[in-house]
């Protein structure tokens, strides 16, 4: 005997998924219509409880999914990244720079001394640095910071020398040493 939700649900077929979306949403609207539309469970509050908790695991499980096709590595490194973000990342820094703005971002804990380098790097070479994130980051973080990066900083040593960023560097270093001779560094 077949169970009666079984029967009036529609099971997720290539041909379903062509003409109404991704594999996986036609998987996530096959479980929700499965195991908790037609579900008894939703009539108690525990259980409302548990229906929300399991909508929210397979959400998350699915977007996560879908960005895996969009991952990959950088060479040398297990360091993922998305293409996608990227790409996007090359093309804002291209707008930029056409648009006369010279910036890099970054990200992660900042050094003692970020502050004189970020000052330095504006007064001297007109160069913004963003803090785009924490040291928390996502494929899409790290792949826009790359691809941002690699047009933005190549144009930026074209103009004022391959070691811009290191001259910078070292005097930013310097200074804060200067102004605080006791550290930390």
Request: charged letters at 25%; proline letters at 4%.
């Given at each position: 005997?077949?169970c009666?939700?079984?029967?009036?649900?529609?099971?997720?077929?290539?041909?379903?998924?062509?003409?109404?979306?991704?594999?996986?949403m036609?998987a996530?609207?096959?479980?929700?219509?499965?195991?908790?539309?037609?579900?008894?469970a939703?009539?108690?509050?525990?259980?409302?409880?548990?229906?929300?908790?399991?909508?929210?695991?397979?959400?998350?499980?699915?977007?996560?999914?879908?960005?895996?096709k969009?991952?990959?590595?950088?060479?040398?490194?297990?360091?993922?990244?998305?293409?996608?973000?990227?790409?996007?990342?090359r093309?804002?820094?291209?707008?930029?720079?056409?648009?006369?703005?010279?910036a890099?971002?970054s990200?992660?804990?900042?050094?003692?001394?970020?502050?004189?380098?970020?000052?330095?790097?504006?007064?001297?070479?007109?160069?913004?640095?963003?803090?785009?994130a924490?040291?928390?980051?996502?494929?899409?973080?790290?792949?826009?910071?790359?691809?941002?990066?690699?047009?933005?900083?190549?144009?930026?040593?074209?103009?004022?020398?391959?070691?811009?960023?290191?001259?910078?560097?070292?005097?930013?270093?310097?200074?804060?040493?200067?102004?605080?001779?006791?550290g930390?560094?």
């Amino acid at each position: 005997m077949t169970c009666e939700r079984e029967r009036h649900v529609r099971k997720p077929t290539m041909e379903h998924a062509v003409t109404h979306g991704s594999w996986r949403m036609t998987a996530a609207e096959h479980f929700f219509q499965l195991y908790i539309d037609n579900s008894p469970a939703h009539t108690s509050g525990i259980n409302d409880m548990k229906k929300w908790i399991l909508i929210a695991v397979f959400g998350a499980a699915c977007t996560s999914g879908c960005a895996v096709k969009d991952r990959t590595t950088f060479p040398g490194s297990p360091m993922t990244y998305s293409r996608k973000a990227y790409e996007g990342g090359r093309a804002d820094a291209q707008r930029d720079i056409q648009r006369g703005v010279l910036a890099t971002e970054s990200a992660g804990l900042p050094t003692v001394w970020a502050g004189e380098y970020d000052r330095l790097l504006k007064q001297r070479y007109g160069v913004e640095d963003r803090g785009v994130a924490g040291c928390m980051v996502d494929d899409r973080i790290v792949g826009h910071m790359a691809g941002y990066n690699e047009v933005s900083n190549a144009e930026i040593k074209r103009r004022f020398g391959a070691d811009v960023f290191d001259r910078t560097a070292k005097d930013a270093q310097a200074l804060y040493k200067k102004k605080h001779p006791n550290g930390p560094y």
